[in-house]
């Protein structure tokens, strides 16, 4: 068996894993059932659909009419600064706030990209504090500080 679509086996292959982690993390939990759904039983349904998908992305990229396709060069600066910006996100929720938090995401996430142009990642940011403080704050009520602790 010829391995045609490269890019497509590692998809698979990365949405298997996933499902199967998300599966096997989630039968940890109480799964109830279909009426009255236990903690469990939305992770395990997703991982499963999650491996599904998988394995048809995998079977795909093995069949004889793939496409044949390689895998792009990884942009590990890039990488590194989306991680970085989640990484600060998650230590300056609490003390700095949501607006702060997500300002800061956007902005370090934005430092990654080579073709960068910081007013656009200003008014990128602006749109997507308002949109998380709008969405997780008022819409869904979760007891997040909206601004830094040493302001309340």
């Known amino acids: 068996m010829e391995i045609r679509d ?3 086996l590692v998809t698979g292959i990365f949405y ?19 009426a009255q759904m236990g903690p469990g039983y939305f992770p395990v349904l ?14 795909g990229s093995l069949r004889p009419d793939a ?17 970085l910006s989640i990484a600060v996100f998650a230590l300056t929720l609490l003390p700095l706030g949501m607006v702060a938090a997500t300002f ?13 142009n910081w007013l656009h990642s200003l008014i990128c940011a602006a749109f997507m504090v308002a949109l998380t ?7 869904l009520g979760i007891p997040l500080p909206v601004w830094p602790s040493f302001l309340n």
């Open 6 to 8: 490269r890019k497509g």
């Open 16 to 34: 298997l894993a996933t499902g199967c982690g998300a599966a096997i993390a989630g039968v940890q939990y109480s799964m109830g059932t279909t």
């Open 46 to 59: 997703l991982g499963c659909v999650l491996s599904l998908l998988g394995l048809s992305v995998i079977w």
């Open 67 to 83: 496409e044949v396709t390689n895998m792009p060069r990884i942009e590990w600066a890039g990488l590194f600064w989306i991680s």
């Open 104 to 116: 800061l995401l956007v902005m370090v996430s934005t430092a990654g990209n080579t073709h960068r």
């Open 133 to 139: 403080v709008g969405v997780f704050i008022v819409g």
